[in-house]
C-alpha cells in the first residue's frame, strides 16, 4: 500500500511539473504572437474630412544624402476633449501644440522647436495668420508645408495627440511628477507650489493654464517645457520592458505615419540619450498686434536665423533671414530671444 501511495505522489508531482511547463509554453508563445503581432500593427494615421491618410511630401523631407543622419518629426497636440468634463467637450480643433523635434543620430542629441500657436505666418496660409490656423484649413500635410515654407526646415514624420490621449497617456505611465511653481485654479482644480504627482486630468490643466503666469501663452510655453522634461525622466526611469509595453497604449491616442517597428527602435536610441544632450528652443520674437487686428507672436528674423542655422541645420548650408518667408511685424525687446534650455537644466531647478 505504501508503493502504490509513493507512486501516487510521484505521478502528481510529475503532473504538476508537466502543467507547469505547459503553462510555461503557453506564455512564451502568446508573447510570441503578441510581438508579431505588435511589430505588424500599424498606428492609427490622421484622416482628412475627404477620407485621405495624411503624408509628409517627400520633397519637404531631409535630403536624402543626410538620412540616417538626422530625422524630424511634426509634433502638434489638439485643444480638445471629451474625458475632462470640467472644461467642456470641445475647446476647438487648433493645434495649439506645435513643435519640430529633431533627433541627431549621430550625436545623438535632440532639439525641440517651440513654435508659439500665435505665431504670425501670413492670412494666405490662415485665417487669422495664425499658425495654430493652419491645420483647421490645410491639416497636418499642409502644417508640415508651411513650417518648411516659412522656416526651411525639413519635416520626415509627424504625431499628432488630441487632449483625450494626453490625459489617457499621463494616467497610463502612472502620473508624472512635477515642481509647481506658482497656484492656480483652472475649471475647478486648484494648484499649489511644491512637488506633486499629476494625473491625467491634472496634468491637462497644468499645460494649459496661462493667465497666472509671465508672459501669458509664453509662461504656458514654458510649463510644457517643463512638463515634457518631467514626462521624459518618468520614460527614462521605466524599463525596455515597460516602455515596449505601453506602447499599443500610448499608439492608440496618436495619429502618426510611424509603425510600431519604427517607434520600438526610436524608443531605445532616446532612452540612451542624456538630459543635458535634449535642448528646448522657443521661436524668438514678441507679442503685438497684426494688420488685420489679431493678436500675433511676431518672430524676430536674425536671432531665429541664429537659432535655426546652429541647432536645426547640422549637416545643410546655413540659409538666410530673406529665404525664412516670414515677416517681422515689430522688434522692441529681447527678452525672449535666448531661451535655450536643457533637460538637466529644467529638473535641476536652473530653468
Same mark, same amino acid.
Given at each position: 500500500?505504501?508503493?502504490?501511495?509513493?507512486?501516487?505522489?510521484?505521478?502528481?508531482?510529475?503532473?504538476?511539473?508537466?502543467?507547469?511547463?505547459?503553462?510555461?509554453?503557453?506564455? !512564451?508563445?502568446?508573447?510570441? +504572437?503578441?510581438? %508579431?503581432?505588435?511589430?505588424?500593427?500599424?498606428?492609427? /494615421?490622421? +484622416?482628412?474630412?475627404?477620407?485621405?491618410?495624411?503624408?509628409?511630401?517627400?520633397?519637404?523631407?531631409?535630403? &536624402?544624402?543626410?538620412?540616417? =543622419?538626422?530625422?524630424?518629426?511634426?509634433?502638434?497636440?489638439?485643444?480638445?476633449?471629451?474625458?475632462?468634463?470640467?472644461?467642456?467637450?470641445?475647446?476647438?480643433?487648433?493645434?495649439?501644440?506645435?513643435?519640430?523635434?529633431?533627433? *541627431?543620430?549621430?550625436? *545623438?542629441?535632440?532639439?525641440?522647436?517651440?513654435?508659439?500657436?500665435?505665431?504670425? %505666418?501670413?492670412?494666405?496660409?490662415?485665417?487669422?495668420? =495664425?499658425?495654430?490656423?493652419?491645420?483647421?484649413?490645410?491639416?497636418?500635410?499642409?502644417?508640415?508645408?508651411?513650417?518648411?515654407? #516659412?522656416? #526651411?526646415?525639413?519635416?520626415?514624420?509627424?504625431?499628432? !495627440?488630441?487632449?483625450?490621449?494626453?490625459?489617457? +497617456?499621463?494616467?497610463?505611465?502612472?502620473?508624472?511628477?512635477?515642481?509647481?511653481?506658482?497656484?492656480?485654479?483652472?475649471?475647478?482644480?486648484?494648484?499649489? /507650489?511644491?512637488?506633486?504627482?499629476?494625473?491625467?486630468?491634472?496634468?491637462?490643466?497644468?499645460?494649459?493654464?496661462?493667465?497666472?503666469? /509671465?508672459?501669458?501663452?509664453?509662461?504656458?510655453? $514654458?510649463?510644457?517645457?517643463?512638463?515634457?522634461?518631467?514626462?521624459?525622466? =518618468?520614460?527614462?526611469?521605466?524599463?525596455?520592458?515597460?516602455?515596449?509595453?505601453?506602447?499599443?497604449?500610448?499608439?492608440?491616442?496618436?495619429?502618426?505615419?510611424? *509603425?510600431?517597428?519604427?517607434?520600438?527602435?526610436?524608443?531605445?536610441?532616446?532612452? $540612451? +540619450?542624456?538630459?543635458?544632450?535634449?535642448?528646448?528652443?522657443?521661436?524668438?520674437?514678441?507679442?503685438?498686434?497684426? /494688420? *488685420?487686428?489679431?493678436?500675433?507672436?511676431?518672430?524676430? @528674423?536674425?536671432?531665429?536665423? &541664429?537659432?535655426?542655422?546652429?541647432?536645426?541645420?547640422?549637416?545643410?548650408?546655413?540659409?538666410?533671414?530673406?529665404?525664412?518667408?516670414?515677416?517681422?511685424?515689430?522688434?522692441?525687446?529681447?527678452?525672449?530671444?535666448?531661451?535655450?534650455?536643457?533637460?538637466?537644466?529644467? @529638473?535641476?531647478?536652473?530653468?
Amino acid at each position: 500500500m505504501a508503493n502504490k501511495g509513493t507512486r501516487r505522489r510521484r505521478l502528481s508531482l510529475l503532473d504538476r511539473l508537466l502543467l507547469i511547463a505547459s503553462v510555461v509554453l503557453i506564455g !512564451v508563445s502568446a508573447g510570441i +504572437i503578441g510581438y %508579431v503581432s505588435l511589430m505588424s500593427w500599424a498606428p492609427l /494615421p490622421e +484622416i482628412d474630412e475627404s477620407g485621405n491618410v495624411a503624408s509628409i511630401d517627400e520633397a519637404i523631407q531631409t535630403t &536624402e544624402e543626410n538620412r540616417g =543622419k538626422v530625422t524630424s518629426f511634426l509634433v502638434t497636440g489638439i485643444d480638445y476633449n471629451t474625458i475632462d468634463q470640467s472644461a467642456g467637450t470641445a475647446r476647438g480643433t487648433l493645434t495649439d501644440v506645435i513643435m519640430v523635434v529633431q533627433l *541627431n543620430l549621430e550625436t *545623438n542629441e535632440v532639439n525641440v522647436l517651440q513654435i508659439p500657436r500665435d505665431t504670425y %505666418v501670413g492670412t494666405d496660409v490662415s485665417v487669422t495668420g =495664425k499658425i495654430n490656423g493652419v491645420y483647421s484649413r490645410s491639416g497636418l500635410e499642409g502644417l508640415a508645408q508651411v513650417i518648411y515654407d #516659412r522656416f #526651411r526646415l525639413p519635416v520626415d514624420h509627424y504625431a499628432n !495627440v488630441i487632449m483625450d490621449g494626453f490625459i489617457r +497617456i499621463v494616467d497610463a505611465v502612472g502620473g508624472v511628477e512635477i515642481n509647481i511653481q506658482e497656484s492656480f485654479t483652472l475649471e475647478g482644480y486648484t494648484f499649489y /507650489p511644491g512637488v506633486q504627482t499629476l494625473n491625467g486630468i491634472q496634468a491637462e490643466k497644468f499645460v494649459r493654464e496661462r493667465y497666472s503666469r /509671465p508672459g501669458s501663452d509664453i509662461g504656458r510655453l $514654458d510649463a510644457q517645457r517643463q512638463f515634457l522634461a518631467a514626462m521624459f525622466q =518618468k520614460f527614462k526611469s521605466l524599463s525596455l520592458s515597460e516602455l515596449t509595453a505601453l506602447v499599443p497604449t500610448v499608439m492608440e491616442e496618436v495619429t502618426t505615419d510611424l *509603425n510600431v517597428r519604427t517607434v520600438l527602435s526610436l524608443i531605445e536610441v532616446v532612452m $540612451d +540619450i542624456e538630459m543635458d544632450d535634449i535642448h528646448f528652443y522657443t521661436v524668438p520674437g514678441e507679442g503685438c498686434t497684426a /494688420p *488685420n487686428g489679431q493678436s500675433v507672436w511676431s518672430v524676430h @528674423l536674425e536671432p531665429l536665423t &541664429e537659432l535655426l542655422n546652429e541647432s536645426f541645420r547640422p549637416f545643410d548650408d546655413p540659409v538666410p533671414a530673406e529665404e525664412l518667408n516670414l515677416i517681422e511685424l515689430q522688434n522692441t525687446t529681447d527678452y525672449y530671444d535666448d531661451n535655450k534650455s536643457t533637460v538637466g537644466d529644467i @529638473l535641476g531647478g536652473n530653468e
